[in-house]
């Protein structure tokens, strides 16, 4: 049975425990959080929309479902989208994730223009080929007034953690390579990002306005598990940290994921 909408039990943070997926800071639920209720209100007794174009198996969408959204996920992976479906259902809300094959690139092709409040494009920057289309499409996917949210790899957090782990080759690599690659023939991604080239893309290319800035994961990566394990409050502790650092301007660049929420001007659709 589908859950009513807006029904969640939050905890003392606000948002439900199971908002987003475990490796996100308290910072970037914070802000989607936040965004969910905005628009909320805004659409009154409508289902907040929200597009994941890149989304995979639901780490977010079947969270945002169950908090009342009606959430689209546009994914090129129909084993991805397949795994959707079925943990749309096992969480009760079904009716309320729609899968749709297709690619950021043509993201317009597959779902209407300026159709949701809150646009995700969570790990997608690293891995598209045309990174100033893939944002364009993503800023027309929002309507007016509504939200693009962007979780990208870090270029700076990881060169350090090749530095960490002694391969000092790939971390020059990924501080002078223009596209913040490793030079390995096994690095993953075709790039990351610092947090300059990242805002200067969404406002110059996509034409929208940024509202805030986020390190993900500062501390997480550099803390031996062996600690978190031997201290029972070292979880809470680290997360109290990340909430400080994950908006301190000298050290969110150093975080493994940034995090950028950024607004579509409110005027006609032709301003895109």
């Known amino acids: 049975m589908t859950p009513p909408m807006g029904t969640t039990d939050a905890d003392e943070r606000g948002w439900p425990a199971e908002f987003g997926?475990?490796?996100a800071s308290g910072a970037v639920r914070r802000a989607l959080w936040a965004e969910l209720a905005d628009a909320r209100r805004r659409r009154g007794e409508a289902p907040v929309r929200v597009l994941d174009v890149g989304g995979g198996t639901g780490a977010w969408a079947v969270p945002?479902?169950?908090?009342?959204?009606?959430v689209t996920v546009v994914d090129t992976s129909p084993n991805a989208l397949a795994a959707l479906r079925g943990r749309a259902r096992e969480a009760g809300v079904g009716g309320r994730v729609h899968a749709v094959q297709g690619d950021a690139q043509n993201l317009t092709d597959a779902v209407p223009a300026a159709d949701a409040d809150l646009v995700l494009g969570h790990g997608l920057l690293e891995v598209v080929d045309d990174?100033?289309?893939a944002v364009v499409q993503l800023a027309q996917a929002v309507e007016p007034g509504g939200a693009?949210?962007?979780?990208?790899?870090?270029r700076y957090g990881a060169a350090l953690g090749q530095v960490h782990a002694g391969r000092l080759p790939q971390a020059r690599a990924m501080l002078t390579d223009p596209e913040g690659r490793s030079g390995?023939?096994?690095d993953p991604l075709r790039?990351?990002?610092?947090?300059t080239a990242l805002r200067g893309l969404l406002e110059s290319a996509a034409g929208l306005s940024i509202e805030l800035i986020h390190g993900d994961g500062?501390?997480?990566s550099w803390l031996p598990a062996a600690v978190l394990e031997a201290?029972?409050?070292?979880?809470d502790e680290l997360a109290a940290l990340e909430d400080i650092v994950a908006t301190t301007p000298e050290l969110l660049v150093l975080a493994a994921r940034l995090h950028v929420l950024a607004r579509r001007p409110s005027g006609g659709p032709g301003e895109l």
């Open 21 to 23: 997926p475990p490796a």
């Open 64 to 70: 945002m479902a169950v908090a009342g959204c009606q």
């Open 131 to 133: 990174l100033a289309v």
């Open 148 to 154: 693009v949210s962007v979780l990208a790899a870090g």
């Open 184 to 186: 390995a023939p096994t």
């Open 191 to 195: 790039r990351r990002l610092d947090a």
């Open 218 to 220: 500062v501390f997480d």
């Open 231 to 235: 201290d029972p409050s070292g979880a």
